[in-house]
């Protein structure tokens, strides 16, 4: 299901197409790939989050090989830190080399393994985390993320409509579960307050209390 009616996102493509020629490189890879990006509008989103509430320390949940991560760096400023967490290595070394022909590699960790072991052990507190994971374990998130946080930090979590998935009456793919154990989380418990953006797959914006 196309969540934004097609005329929308022309626009919206049109109003501010990616100049930088690195995230346009991944761009291309990610359609050559069909490998699942957050995309211009999104990476615009974050980079106003991020530079909105001054993040410096942002933890990326599933980085790919660092197109979100590209648009963070360049939001956090040169003094700023992104960690990435990514669970192929392949993809955390294609990561690491565009970070670093974007001239932004000292702005980033990049941590390989499971991101959730990886959080696990990070001390925080960061500004911002983006959840970028398996679907299937979004519910895992919400504890680790209230605990890595800043109060008046933000969760942001990507594909919380899945395709529009998530209003099926009795969803029975684990991904479709995982995204509204985690939606119920977010909007039921006191330690997060969340608003969900229908832009692209949607998107949820959570603050930590
Ligand atoms: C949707 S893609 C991430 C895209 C990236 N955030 C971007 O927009 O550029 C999800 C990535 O997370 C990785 N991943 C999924 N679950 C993970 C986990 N539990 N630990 C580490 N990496 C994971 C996958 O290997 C994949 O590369």
Known sequence: MNLVHPSVNRYLGGLAPTDDPVLREMEALAAERDFPIIGPQVGRLLQVLTVATGARRVLELGSGFGYSATWFAKGVGPKGLVVLTEGS??????????????????????????????????????????????????????????????????????????HGEVMEKRPRAAAVRGILGLTGELYGSGEFFTALVPLRDGVTISVRS
């Open 89 to 162: 290595p392949e993809r955390a070394r294609e990561a690491e080399s565009f970070l670093k022909r974007a001239g932004l590699l000292n702005r980033v960790r990049i941590e390989v393994g499971d991101a959730l072991k990886i959080a696990a052990r990070e001390r925080g507190p960061f500004d911002l985390i983006l959840n970028d994971i398996d679907k299937a374990d979004y519910p895992k998130v919400a504890p680790l993320a209230a605990r890595l946080l800043r109060r008046g930090g933000l969760l942001v979590s990507d594909n919380m409509l899945w």
